[in-house]
């Protein structure tokens, strides 16, 4: 990944929340067809990231396979209008900002049902925590979860190299980066004052 050096993102913290605000990874692992791009949640435990598949997903015939994780944070349009600098020199031009982790390790396959129940309890359990009343795998008939277990296999990744990239205006002065910030609150799309949060967190870890 082009990572210029004021955008390389190395805090430990930093990198593992941003995996766990935005679990949903896409996994690129190469196959006998060529490159292959599946997307799935992780949940972080120890070290590694774990997820589940179905039974006929190719990643669960690629036991010992390197793969890249890739973990997208917020991001969002930024217009040069909202640049103090634009309206004094004129030289400016758009961009994008945004925030991403790739984690890069070695895929373990496992078909252990007791292990894929902890990981479906954990994964739900994470995912309803925000629900007025959350669901849990033990609200499911047994019969209908063992019946599940069996089509799934697990999916473990062992963290071997972690790369973060987060561009949040660091290049540009004091003055850009409070417009932009200004700006995506402003415009309110999307994820725009989730991305301005992470800029001011950006800008407090730089003080």
Same mark, same amino acid.
């Given at each position: 990944?082009?990572?210029?050096?004021?955008?390389?993102?190395?805090? =430990?913290?930093? +990198?593992?929340?941003?995996?766990? !605000?935005?679990?949903?990874?896409?996994?690129?692992?190469?196959?006998?067809?060529?490159?292959?791009?599946?997307?799935?949640?992780?949940?972080? #435990?120890?070290?590694?990231?774990?997820?589940? #598949?179905?039974?006929?997903?190719?990643?669960?015939?690629? =036991?010992?396979?390197? #793969? +890249?994780?890739?973990?997208?944070?917020?991001?969002?349009?930024?217009?040069?209008?909202?640049?103090?600098?634009?309206?004094?020199?004129?030289?400016?031009?758009?961009?994008?900002?945004?925030?991403? #982790?790739?984690?890069?390790?070695?895929?373990?396959?496992?078909?252990?049902?007791?292990?894929?129940?902890?990981?479906?309890?954990? +994964?739900?359990?994470?995912?309803?925590?925000?629900?007025?009343?959350?669901?849990?795998?033990? !609200?499911?008939? @047994?019969?209908?979860?063992?019946?599940?277990?069996?089509?799934?296999?697990?999916?473990?990744?062992?963290? @071997?190299?972690? @790369?973060?990239?987060?561009?949040?205006?660091?290049?540009?002065? =004091?003055?850009?980066?409070?417009?932009?910030?200004?700006?995506?609150?402003?415009?309110?799309?999307?994820? !725009?004052?989730?991305?301005?949060?992470?800029?001011?967190?950006? @800008?407090?870890?730089?003080?």
């Amino acid at each position: 990944m082009y990572t210029p050096s004021y955008f390389r993102e190395t805090r =430990d913290e930093a +990198l593992q929340r941003l995996i766990h !605000d935005y679990p949903f990874a896409t996994v690129v692992a190469q196959t006998s067809a060529g490159l292959s791009a599946n997307h799935l949640p992780f949940e972080q #435990v120890d070290g590694a990231l774990h997820g589940h #598949v179905a039974g006929g997903n190719e990643l669960a015939q690629m =036991d010992g396979a390197d #793969v +890249l994780l890739i973990f997208r944070g917020p991001d969002g349009y930024i217009s040069p209008n909202w640049y103090p600098t634009k309206h004094q020199t004129g030289r400016e031009v758009p961009t994008w900002n945004y925030a991403v #982790v790739h984690v890069h390790g070695r895929l373990k396959v496992i078909k252990d049902a007791q292990w894929l129940r902890r990981l479906l309890e954990t +994964l739900t359990d994470h995912h309803e925590a925000g629900q007025p009343r959350p669901w849990h795998v033990g !609200d499911a008939p @047994e019969d209908h979860i063992t019946s599940s277990l069996r089509g799934i296999v697990g999916l473990e990744v062992i963290i @071997e190299r972690i @790369e973060g990239k987060f561009k949040l205006s660091q290049n540009h002065p =004091d003055g850009n980066r409070a417009g932009v910030i200004e700006g995506l609150r402003q415009r309110d799309a999307d994820r !725009d004052r989730e991305l301005a949060e992470w800029m001011l967190r950006q @800008e407090a870890a730089r003080t």
